[in-house]
């Protein structure tokens, strides 16, 4: 999954290096400019699920925004046909 994200070039990057995927254990940070990119990346994550019988949890599953926008209307995204809602923080 972290393979298929990297050749995604979807999330951030620092200086020339991709963060747009951060995993520990179960756990998986995407670090994303935009919603739009976010839901590009979940959608890449989830293809690359089904190939390897991974299969994601939308109820524990959650995202949320920092910066200039964090008191915008957040748009929901989408995994595995169920609405993740963002939180402002």
Do not use: W
Not at 4 to 12: K, P
Not at 58 to 70: E, I, N
């Amino acid at each position: 999954m972290v393979k298929a994200l990297v050749e995604s070039d979807l999330g951030c990057h620092l200086h020339s290096e991709y963060i747009g995927c951060l995993v520990y254990a179960d756990d998986t940070l995407m670090p994303s400019a935009s919603v739009g990119s976010l839901q590009k990346m979940l959608d890449v994550c989830y293809r690359k699920g089904e190939t390897i019988d991974i299969i994601f949890n939308a109820r524990t599953s959650s995202f949320f925004v920092v910066g200039k926008a964090y008191d915008k209307k957040l748009e929901n995204c989408t995994l595995v046909k169920r609405q993740l809602h963002g939180m402002i923080i």
